[in-house]
């Protein structure tokens, strides 16, 4: 009894050591995955730490949204123009009826050329004006010099007459009283008869001469007063020539006038060229079309979409990063773009940081300054460049999701 005794006590002993050592070896597995776990959740967190992470990001690029300038009725569309179909640079898209500005081109070269002669006919005008206007003030002042010395001579003439008949009424009074004394000495028979005839016929001559020198004396005075009338003639011809510098001013004034409006001419001329030409739309940039509306036979209107091209070759990506991931981020940084379309990763480069929360851009952006305050983490949009060999078939289109990571260290 008492060896069996012993053996089972011996048998328990080593079962309590085979569970002891059981226990400590859980316990070391158990510390070594713990230890492991540390050690990965460590290198992932120095890892980790060296990206910025992001699923809020998508493809970007620009939108070529067609419209006309002009009025219009469309005459011709590209078959090629459909909906999700590639363009190049420069092809004709559609064309809209061409009539009516053609006809507003040719009413505006005729105009023009009738501004051309008006203008060429105003500058042909300016020297003719000039020498017509002052050659009328040189001629005026040349006949009212002419017409001064005419009356001077006039008057001088006038002076020697009126000398004349003051010389002649002494003449004829001293002949006159001859006359009276020796009527009285031939009535007493004291002279002859023939010396008193003689001495009459003296005062009768002196008295014609007297008559004759007054009448030419009124006759200088009227040609004085003729004269004088006609230099007030010269001198108001005079002051209407003196207005030649304001006729050579207002010839210059209608040259520029018609200058002028041969420009405006010419501008008419340039906007009816080019509201021919907005008549064909080309396509601006290569690309894939998009929301197309426009049919052969619609009637468009200035500012109406037509279509839209989207180039595929000049693609983006914006992605939302929440502002506690930007402390570390810079322009230049390598990223990592991972495509949920394609299920791959492309290599691109930060571009630009943003100048703004997104949400300030808004329609509505927050105001927190209505007391209604609640701190929320804000994103920016930060633009990232694809680089140039990541997509050579141009498969990304705009508003393909994407997971963006960068490299901040």
């Given at each position: 009894?008492a060896?069996?005794?012993?053996?089972?006590?011996?048998?328990?002993?080593?079962?309590?050591?085979?569970?002891?050592s059981?226990k400590?070896?859980?316990?070391?597995?158990?510390?070594?995955?713990?230890?492991l776990?540390?050690?990965?959740?460590?290198?992932?967190?120095?890892?980790?730490?060296?990206?910025?992470t992001t699923?809020?990001?998508?493809v970007d690029?620009?939108?070529?949204?067609?419209?006309?300038?002009?009025?219009?009725?469309?005459?011709?569309v590209?078959?090629?123009?459909e909906?999700?179909?590639?363009?190049?640079?420069?092809?004709?898209?559609?064309?809209?009826?061409?009539?009516?500005?053609?006809?507003?081109?040719?009413?505006?070269?005729a105009?023009?050329?009738?501004?051309?002669?008006?203008a060429?006919?105003?500058?042909?005008?300016?020297?003719?004006?000039?020498?017509?206007?002052y050659?009328?003030?040189?001629?005026?002042?040349a006949a009212?010099?002419?017409?001064?010395?005419?009356?001077?001579?006039?008057?001088?003439?006038?002076?020697?007459?009126?000398?004349?008949?003051?010389?002649?009424?002494?003449?004829a009074?001293?002949?006159?009283?001859?006359?009276?004394?020796?009527?009285?000495?031939?009535?007493k028979?004291?002279?002859?008869?023939?010396?008193?005839?003689a001495?009459?016929?003296?005062?009768?001559?002196?008295?014609?001469?007297?008559?004759?020198?007054?009448?030419?004396?009124?006759?200088?005075e009227?040609?004085?007063?003729?004269?004088?009338?006609?230099?007030?003639?010269?001198?108001?011809?005079?002051?209407?020539?003196?207005?030649?510098?304001?006729?050579?001013?207002?010839?210059r004034?209608?040259a520029s006038?018609?200058?002028?409006?041969?420009?405006?001419?010419?501008?008419?001329v340039?906007t009816?060229e080019?509201?021919l030409?907005?008549t064909?739309?080309y396509?601006?940039?290569?690309?894939?079309?998009?929301?197309?509306?426009?049919?052969?036979?619609?009637?468009?209107?200035p500012?109406?979409?037509?279509?839209?091209?989207?180039?595929?070759?000049?693609?983006?990506?914006?992605?939302n990063?929440?502002?506690?991931q930007?402390?570390?981020?810079?322009?230049g940084?390598?990223?990592?773009l991972?495509?949920d379309?394609?299920?791959?990763?492309y290599?691109g480069?930060v571009e630009?940081?943003?100048?703004?929360?997104?949400?300030?851009?808004?329609?509505?952006?927050?105001?927190?300054?209505?007391?209604n305050?609640?701190?929320?983490?804000?994103?920016?949009?930060?633009?990232?460049?694809?680089?140039?060999?990541?997509?050579?078939?141009?498969?990304?289109?705009?508003?393909?999701s994407?997971?963006?990571?960068?490299?901040?260290?």
């Amino acid at each position: 009894m008492a060896t069996a005794t012993s053996i089972d006590e011996g048998r328990e002993m080593v079962s309590s050591e085979v569970t002891r050592s059981k226990k400590g070896l859980r316990t070391l597995i158990l510390a070594g995955l713990l230890a492991l776990s540390l050690a990965g959740s460590l290198l992932y967190w120095l890892h980790a730490r060296h990206f910025e992470t992001t699923d809020d990001a998508q493809v970007d690029g620009h939108f070529a949204a067609l419209s006309t300038r002009i009025n219009g009725t469309v005459t011709y569309v590209n078959p090629a123009v459909e909906n999700n179909r590639s363009v190049d640079t420069g092809t004709l898209l559609l064309e809209l009826d061409p009539r009516d500005y053609e006809a507003a081109l040719d009413h505006a070269k005729a105009v023009l050329e009738s501004k051309e002669a008006a203008a060429r006919v105003s500058q042909l005008q300016i020297p003719i004006t000039d020498a017509s206007a002052y050659s009328q003030l040189h001629l005026a002042q040349a006949a009212r010099q002419e017409t001064l010395e005419s009356l001077a001579a006039t008057q001088a003439e006038l002076s020697s007459v009126q000398h004349r008949v003051q010389l002649d009424q002494v003449v004829a009074s001293r002949a006159e009283r001859d006359r009276v004394r020796y009527q009285m000495l031939v009535e007493k028979r004291e002279i002859s008869r023939s010396f008193y005839d003689a001495r009459e016929t003296e005062a009768a001559a002196s008295v014609q001469t007297l008559e004759a020198d007054r009448d030419t004396m009124a006759a200088a005075e009227q040609k004085v007063a003729q004269m004088r009338s006609l230099v007030q003639q010269r001198e108001a011809q005079i002051a209407s020539a003196r207005t030649a510098p304001e006729q050579a001013l207002n010839a210059r004034a209608q040259a520029s006038s018609a200058q002028g409006e041969l420009d405006q001419a010419r501008a008419d001329v340039r906007t009816a060229e080019l509201n021919l030409s907005y008549t064909k739309i080309y396509a601006p940039v290569s690309g894939v079309v998009g929301h197309k509306t426009v049919e052969v036979g619609h009637r468009v209107q200035p500012g109406q979409s037509l279509l839209t091209v989207v180039p595929v070759d000049d693609i983006w990506v914006t992605a939302n990063f929440k502002e506690t991931q930007l402390r570390l981020m810079h322009p230049g940084q390598v990223v990592t773009l991972r495509v949920d379309t394609f299920g791959r990763d492309y290599q691109g480069t930060v571009e630009d940081m943003a100048g703004a929360a997104g949400p300030l851009f808004s329609l509505f952006p927050p105001e927190n300054a209505s007391g209604n305050y609640v701190k929320i983490v804000q994103r920016f949009p930060v633009r990232i460049r694809i680089d140039s060999n990541q997509d050579p078939g141009h498969q990304l289109r705009p508003g393909m999701s994407v997971e963006s990571t960068v490299r901040v260290r």
